[in-house]
């Protein structure tokens, strides 16, 4: 999900190029140049013509002002990718760093680290960066029930990091259904697709936290529109019906959706609210300035270092339907 959790920083030197027009100075006037043009034989200003065409694209000619801006340096902070889920017997934990703005190389990697798991009732499970300079660490375990789990790191550099604790919550099973069709022709747009609404009985007692991720013929759509995330406060205990609503643009009949209903702690629950906020961001004057959003990983040495990302676990609920033709 390293498109739903990464973040990176404006930094490095930008040269932009911009074009200034520049006038050509002649040493003769505009007067004594036509008196001359006038005075050639009449096949000599054919060729006069062809000149002038020539002179006046030159006339316009632009020359190119090349202009450093020094973009601040922002720090590289760790950021780490860790949801794990109840239905999974592999799992993965990236870890990268940020990155300059307008660099263009690939996500730095961190590798060679040290990543486990310790659980409160004295588990602990290392993960294994199985291609080295990946960043990618895998460990095969079922995550128990009833069971407190930390992330520990410990980098190259030798930083150790920790999380806070996460556990599984309950959630209920989703059902999807499709409704009706959408059309809407504003001119010579036009914009289809289908609205698809999950039910599912919220449990009683409140404290529940829902996160849901929406895949359209296999592959998770990231487009804001599809960012929900909900607490019970206000339906505990009821049936939750068309909401959350997707509308899925460019949909059609024989394609598949499968939305999964996610468990989350309250903790993970502010996290994602508050980079929901971002991302629906309009960059009015009255916006919250974007901001890095802090995660539940700290530098055990260093409490006042930033960490980005999310470590998590969920509980999974999901259905999948075929759309049909209305």
């Not at 096949?43 to 030159?58: K, T």
């Not at 599809?226 to 959350?244: C, H, S």
């Amino acid at each position: 999900m390293a498109e739903e959790m990464h973040s990176v920083f404006h930094s490095d030197k930008t040269r932009i190029i911009r074009s200034i027009p520049k006038l050509i100075e002649f040493p003769f006037s505009e007067a004594r140049f036509l008196r001359l043009v006038i005075a050639l034989p009449s096949n000599m200003r054919a060729n006069i013509h062809i000149l002038i065409l020539v002179i006046g694209s030159i006339f316009f000619a632009s020359c190119e002002d090349l202009i450093e801006v020094d973009v601040p340096n922002g720090e590289t902070k760790l950021v780490v990718e860790a949801l794990l889920y109840d239905t999974d017997s592999s799992h993965l934990i990236k870890l990268s760093t940020t990155a300059p703005y307008f660099d263009i190389n690939p996500t730095p990697r961190v590798t060679g680290a040290v990543v486990y798991l310790l659980a409160d009732n004295g588990d602990s499970i290392s993960f294994a960066e199985k291609t080295f300079g990946t960043g990618n660490y895998w460990a095969d375990f079922k995550i128990k029930d009833s069971t407190k789990y930390y992330l520990n790191i410990v980098t190259p550099g030798g930083k150790k990091y920790r999380s806070f604790f996460e556990q599984l919550f309950r959630v209920p099973p989703l059902e999807l259904y499709q409704n009706d069709e959408f059309l809407d022709s504003i001119g010579d747009f036009r914009k289809q697709g289908y609205y698809v609404s999950l039910r599912t009985q919220e449990p009683e007692g409140v404290g529940d936290y829902y996160r849901w991720i929406v895949f359209v013929n296999g592959e998770k759509l990231i487009d804001p529109q599809f960012f929900w995330v909900a607490d019970d406060l206000l339906v505990d205990g009821n049936v939750i019906d068309e909401f959350p609503q997707f509308f899925i643009y460019g949909m059609l009949p024989g394609d598949s959706v499968e939305i999964h209903q996610t468990s989350i702690s309250a903790r993970s629950y502010h996290y994602w609210v508050l980079l929901q906020e971002q991302v629906f961001n309009q960059g009015s004057p009255f916006d919250t300035p974007p901001a890095s959003i802090e995660g539940n990983i700290t530098n055990l040495t260093d409490p006042n270092e930033v960490v980005l990302g999310l470590f998590s676990l969920s509980r999974l609920e999901k259905d999948q339907i075929t759309v049909k033709a209305k």
